[in-house]
C-alpha cells in the first residue's frame, strides 16, 4: 500500500481534515490496518488516530443486517464541525508543546490547580495565556492528551456545552414539497415515496425508518440504533446496495417531515458508492405541522402501531419480526384498490 501523505512537513499537532477522515474510514474498515499503522501513514501520533477513531464509530447494518461498529469519515466530520461551533472561540493550545507540557508537568506532578497554573503561567513567558476554565476545557476535550480529570486535585465536574443540542442543516427552498415533480404529486408514476421514524421509547432505542411509496403503498420498514440522521443515511445505504442500479429508478424521490433526523438532505442523497457523482435520490419536505402531505406513510405508520404500540422498546425487537410486519402490511386488501394488495398492484406493474 501507497503512503498518501507525501508532505514533508509533520502534520503532528494540527487538526485532521476530511480527506484524512476518509483514509482512515478506508484503512480501518475495509483494509483492518492498525491504528499504528494509520498513525503512521497519516504521520499523526496513535493517541490522535485512537480518539479519532473513537469519534467517528457508528453502529451499521451489514447486507445480513446485523449490526456492526465501523468508522464513518462523514459522521466524524460531522462532529468535528458541530463541536467547533457548539464551542465557540477558544485559545489555541495545539501549538504550543512547551505550555502543554508545562500543565502537565503542574497537575500530575506538582499537584497544581488549573486556577494557580492560570496564575503562573501570566509570568512565564508563554506565547500562549490561558485562564484556568480554558485549561480545564482543553483537558476535558482531550487537547491535552496526557491528563485526565482524575489527575486533578480539584476535580470539577465538567459540563459540556450544548450537549444535547442538535445544530439542523439549513434547508434550501427548492427542497420544499412545493418543487417536488408534479408526477410524485398526482400518484402517477412509480417511485415517489414518503418517509418517517416510528419511535419506541421518546429517550433512547432503536427506531424504525418507514418509507412508503405514493403510488402503490407499497411499505419497506427498516430498524436503525437511534433518531439521527447518520443512521437514516445508512440506512439507505442498505436499502441502495439490496436494489443496486434499480435503487435509482424505484427511489425517484423521497419526501419527508422537517425533523432534525432528515435535515441533512446532502448525507441523505450521497450515494454509498463514491464513483456515482449524481444524488442516488432527491429528497424534499413537506410544509411544517401539515402531516397530511406525508398522508400514505402517516397511515402505514398507524398500521405498524397496531404490533408496535407506542411506548415500546424497539431495541429487542427482531429483524424478523419487522418483516413480518413488513409482509402484512404489502398483503393488507386495501379499500382503495378494490380489496387488493400492494403486491398485486406490483405485480401487475412488473408484469
Same mark, same amino acid.
Given at each position: 500500500?501507497?503512503?498518501?501523505?507525501?508532505?514533508?512537513?509533520?502534520?503532528?499537532?494540527?487538526?485532521?481534515?476530511?480527506?484524512?477522515?476518509?483514509?482512515?474510514?478506508?484503512?480501518?474498515?475495509?483494509?483492518?490496518?492498525?491504528?499504528?499503522?494509520?498513525?503512521?501513514?497519516?504521520?499523526?501520533?496513535?493517541?490522535?488516530?485512537?480518539?479519532?477513531?473513537?469519534?467517528?464509530?457508528?453502529?451499521?447494518?451489514?447486507?445480513?443486517?446485523?449490526?456492526?461498529?465501523?468508522?464513518?469519515?462523514?459522521?466524524?466530520?460531522?462532529?468535528?464541525?458541530?463541536?467547533?461551533?457548539?464551542?465557540?472561540?477558544?485559545?489555541?493550545?495545539?501549538?504550543?508543546?512547551?505550555?502543554?507540557?508545562?500543565?502537565?508537568?503542574?497537575?500530575?506532578?506538582?499537584?497544581?490547580?488549573?486556577?494557580?497554573?492560570?496564575?503562573?503561567?501570566?509570568?512565564?513567558?508563554?506565547?500562549?495565556?490561558?485562564?484556568?476554565?480554558?485549561?480545564?476545557?482543553?483537558?476535558?476535550?482531550?487537547?491535552?492528551?496526557?491528563?485526565?480529570?482524575?489527575?486533578?486535585?480539584?476535580?470539577?465536574?465538567?459540563?459540556?456545552?450544548?450537549?444535547?443540542?442538535?445544530?439542523?442543516?439549513?434547508?434550501?427552498?427548492?427542497?420544499?414539497?412545493?418543487?417536488?415533480?408534479?408526477?410524485?404529486? %398526482?400518484?402517477?408514476?412509480?417511485?415517489?415515496?414518503?418517509?418517517?421514524?416510528?419511535?419506541?421509547?421518546?429517550?433512547?432505542?432503536?427506531?424504525?425508518?418507514?418509507? %412508503?411509496?405514493?403510488? %402503490?403503498?407499497?411499505?419497506?420498514?427498516?430498524?436503525?440504533?437511534?433518531?439521527?440522521?447518520?443512521?437514516?443515511?445508512?440506512?439507505?445505504?442498505?436499502?441502495?446496495?439490496?436494489?443496486?442500479?434499480?435503487?435509482?429508478?424505484?427511489?425517484?424521490?423521497?419526501?419527508?417531515?422537517?425533523?432534525?433526523?432528515?435535515?441533512?438532505?446532502?448525507?441523505?442523497?450521497?450515494?454509498?458508492?463514491?464513483?456515482?457523482?449524481?444524488?442516488? %435520490?432527491?429528497?424534499?419536505?413537506?410544509?411544517?405541522?401539515?402531516?397530511?402531505?406525508?398522508?400514505?406513510?402517516?397511515?402505514?405508520?398507524?398500521?405498524?402501531?397496531?404490533?408496535?404500540?407506542?411506548?415500546?422498546?424497539?431495541?429487542?425487537?427482531?429483524?424478523?419480526?419487522?418483516?413480518?410486519?413488513?409482509?402484512?402490511?404489502?398483503?393488507?386488501?386495501?379499500?382503495?384498490?378494490?380489496?387488493?394488495?400492494?403486491?398485486?398492484?406490483?405485480?401487475?406493474?412488473?408484469?
Amino acid at each position: 500500500m501507497c503512503q498518501e501523505n507525501n508532505t514533508t512537513k509533520s502534520r503532528k499537532g494540527k487538526h485532521l481534515d476530511y480527506r484524512e477522515r476518509q483514509s482512515i474510514e478506508r484503512w480501518w474498515n475495509r483494509d483492518k490496518l492498525k491504528k499504528v499503522e494509520i498513525a503512521r501513514l497519516l504521520d499523526r501520533y496513535e493517541k490522535t488516530i485512537r480518539n479519532e477513531i473513537k469519534r467517528g464509530l457508528v453502529k451499521n447494518l451489514t447486507s445480513e443486517w446485523e449490526e456492526i461498529w465501523v468508522y464513518s469519515a462523514d459522521v466524524a466530520q460531522a462532529k468535528y464541525e458541530y463541536y467547533l461551533k457548539a464551542k465557540g472561540p477558544k485559545l489555541k493550545i495545539d501549538n504550543d508543546y512547551e505550555l502543554k507540557e508545562y500543565i502537565e508537568k503542574a497537575i500530575k506532578k506538582e499537584k497544581r490547580s488549573p486556577e494557580v497554573i492560570a496564575e503562573d503561567i501570566k509570568e512565564m513567558g508563554f506565547k500562549t495565556i490561558m485562564c484556568a476554565k480554558t485549561i480545564r476545557n482543553n483537558i476535558a476535550s482531550g487537547d491535552i492528551y496526557n491528563i485526565k480529570q482524575k489527575d486533578m486535585i480539584y476535580n470539577k465536574k465538567h459540563k459540556e456545552k450544548n450537549k444535547d443540542k442538535k445544530v439542523c442543516e439549513k434547508v434550501p427552498a427548492e427542497k420544499s414539497i412545493d418543487y417536488r415533480p408534479e408526477e410524485a404529486n %398526482t400518484r402517477e408514476v412509480y417511485g415517489h415515496w414518503e418517509g418517517d421514524l416510528v419511535i419506541g421509547t421518546r429517550k433512547k432505542g432503536s427506531v424504525l425508518l418507514t418509507l %412508503t411509496e405514493r403510488m %402503490t403503498r407499497e411499505e419497506i420498514i427498516v430498524k436503525i440504533p437511534g433518531k439521527n440522521a447518520e443512521y437514516v443515511a445508512m440506512a439507505l445505504d442498505m436499502i441502495e446496495k439490496k436494489y443496486k442500479k434499480e435503487f435509482y429508478t424505484k427511489f425517484k424521490t423521497i419526501t419527508f417531515d422537517n425533523g432534525g433526523e432528515f435535515r441533512k438532505w446532502k448525507l441523505l442523497e450521497k450515494s454509498y458508492d463514491g464513483r456515482r457523482k449524481s444524488a442516488r %435520490t432527491r429528497v424534499y419536505y413537506a410544509h411544517p405541522y401539515r402531516s397530511g402531505e406525508r398522508g400514505s406513510n402517516e397511515n402505514a405508520n398507524r398500521l405498524i402501531r397496531r404490533f408496535i404500540p407506542k411506548g415500546v422498546d424497539i431495541t429487542p425487537i427482531p429483524d424478523s419480526f419487522i418483516q413480518k410486519i413488513q409482509d402484512w402490511i404489502n398483503n393488507y386488501p386495501r379499500a382503495l384498490f378494490n380489496y387488493k394488495s400492494t403486491n398485486y398492484i406490483l405485480s401487475k406493474i412488473c408484469a
